[in-house]
Each structure stands twice: as structure tokens, then as C-alpha cells.
């Protein structure tokens, strides 16, 4: 995923990989503006993903191998600052349920300026059932939060 900031309503294009709709592509050009999406069913885990942005372009791809890539869904333009917000995003859509990603080979060519913040202090875990609950002491780093 790439957003333009961490509000929740941000500009951000996003590759998924679901159990229900397969590969979708989904975007939302502008802050506040509406979610977009394209789905390809009938795929399932593992996927390659690859999105790439050139400018304010920002196209998604997908592979069964990592070699051969076919376009998910249309380019689309999103006016984002050169500065933006990158991750690995995981949801289960339901406060209910938890769900697991594996994420492996997770490569960001060409970037030259990118910030990690450090890990998070006094980390404690506490497994429940079927569930583990992680709390840590708030971080200072300029992008961090809290689950």
C-alpha cells in the first residue's frame, strides 16, 4: 500500500490478496474521495504483487511466479507528494475475526530515503483465546502509532 498521509480518508493505491475476492486493486484518487477497486477472482494465496508508481501514476501487478506479471485492473493517477507513507497492510474486515499474512522477498528498488522507525518500547504479549494481545508504551517516532 501507498497513501499519501496516515488519515484514514487518504489518497492511497493498495494490492490485496483476499480470500473471498482474490487479487483486488484498489485506490482512492483523492483525500476523502471514494474507494475504487477490480477484482480478479478465482486466485489465491501466495500471489507476487508488485505496484509501481511513476509520477502520479500508480499501476498494480500480479504474478503466480515473480517472473511473469499481467496488469490488475487500470493505471490510475493520484496527485501524492514525492514523500509518501509505504507498507505491508493486513486486515481481516471484521473485529470479530484475526487473519495471517505472510509477507517474504519484500523488495523496495530504487528507494534511497526511506525512515524505519525503531521498535516499539516495553513491548508485552499475552496469549488468549485464540488471540494474542500486544501493548507497548507509546513511540516518539514521527509516523509511529499504537494498535
Not at 501507498?2 to 484498489?26: D, H, I, K, Y
Not at 525503531?118 to 502509532?145: F, I, M
Amino acid at each position: 500500500m501507498v497513501r499519501a498521509s496516515l488519515e484514514a480518508n487518504a489518497a492511497n493505491a493498495f494490492l490485496a490478496v483476499t480470500p473471498s475476492n482474490g487479487m483486488t486493486w484498489q485506490y482512492r484518487a483523492s483525500t476523502g474521495g471514494n474507494t475504487a477497486n477490480n477484482n480478479t477472482t478465482g486466485l489465491s494465496a501466495p500471489q507476487w504483487v508488485r505496484l509501481v508508481r511513476n509520477g502520479n501514476s500508480f499501476t498494480g501487478y500480479r504474478s503466480t511466479n515473480g517472473v511473469n506479471w499481467v496488469q490488475q485492473g487500470n493505471s490510475v493517477t493520484i496527485a501524492m507528494a514525492s514523500n509518501v507513507y509505504a507498507g505491508l497492510a493486513v486486515t481481516a474486515h471484521n473485529n470479530s475475526s484475526m487473519c495471517l499474512a505472510v509477507f517474504d522477498n519484500v523488495t523496495v528498488p530504487g528507494w534511497t530515503n526511506w525512515v524505519l522507525p525503531p521498535p516499539p518500547p516495553a513491548l508485552t504479549g499475552a496469549a488468549g483465546n485464540a488471540r494474542v494481545s500486544l501493548v507497548w508504551a507509546a513511540s516518539t517516532s514521527r509516523g509511529a502509532a499504537q494498535a
